[in-house]
C-alpha cells in the first residue's frame, strides 16, 4: 500500500485493525520518521482507545486497555526496542507475558530481531514495514519476512 500522507497511514492502521483478532505480534520495521507510531494510533483508535498514543521510546513499553465489550481483545501492547533491547530485556520488563495472548495485541517498533524468538516459540506475528518513498509518501508492507530496505 502506498500512503500519501499521515491520514493515509493512521487509515490502514484502523483498517489493519479490524482484522486482528487477538494473539497477534506485529513487527513494526521503518525508518525513524516513517510513521510506526502513527500505524499504531490507528489500531488503537479503531480499537477504542480513547488515550493519547505516543512512542514508547523512553518508557519502553505501554499496556492500553480496551473498554470495547463487542471484542475479546482487552489490550493493546505498545513496545519500542530502538534502544537495542533483547529477549532477556523484555523478559524483564515483563513484555514477553503478553506475546500470544488471546486477549491481546502486540505492536513493536524496531522489533526486527524478534521474529527468530516468535517463530521459535510459535507465536502469530506478522512483520510490517514502512519504507520511506519522498518527504510524505510511505510504501507499507505486510509479510511474514522481513523486508530488505535495500
Known amino acids: 500500500m502506498i500512503s500519501n500522507n499521515e491520514q493515509q497511514t493512521l487509515n490502514f492502521g484502523k483498517d489493519l485493525a479490524k482484522k486482528l483478532k487477538g494473539g ?5 520495521i521503518g525508518d525513524l ?6 500505524l499504531v494510533k490507528g489500531v488503537a483508535k479503531e ?7 505516543t512512542s514508547p521510546t523512553f518508557v519502553l513499553m505501554k499496556v492500553y486497555e480496551i473498554q470495547n465489550s463487542k ?19 523484555l523478559e524483564n520488563i ?9 486477549d491481546t495485541i502486540c505492536l513493536v517498533e524496531w522489533g526486527s530481531g524478534l521474529e527468530k524468538y ?5 507465536i ?6 514502512i519504507k520511506n518513498i519522498n518527504q510524505n509518501t510511505r510504501e507499507i508492507i505486510i509479510s511474514n519476512k522481513q523486508e530488505s530496505n535495500k
Open 33 to 38: 520518521g516513517a510513521g510506526k507510531t502513527t
Open 124 to 129: 502469530n506475528h506478522k512483520i510490517i514495514t
Open 47 to 53: 480499537l477504542g482507545i480513547e488515550k493519547h498514543v
Open 118 to 122: 516468535l517463530i521459535d516459540n510459535q
Open 94 to 102: 515483563g513484555a514477553l507475558e503478553y506475546f500470544g495472548q488471546n
Open 24 to 28: 497477534e505480534v506485529i513487527l513494526l
Open 71 to 89: 471484542s475479546k481483545v482487552q489490550e493493546l501492547v505498545h513496545i519500542d526496542t530502538y534502544r537495542g533491547l533483547g529477549i532477556d530485556d
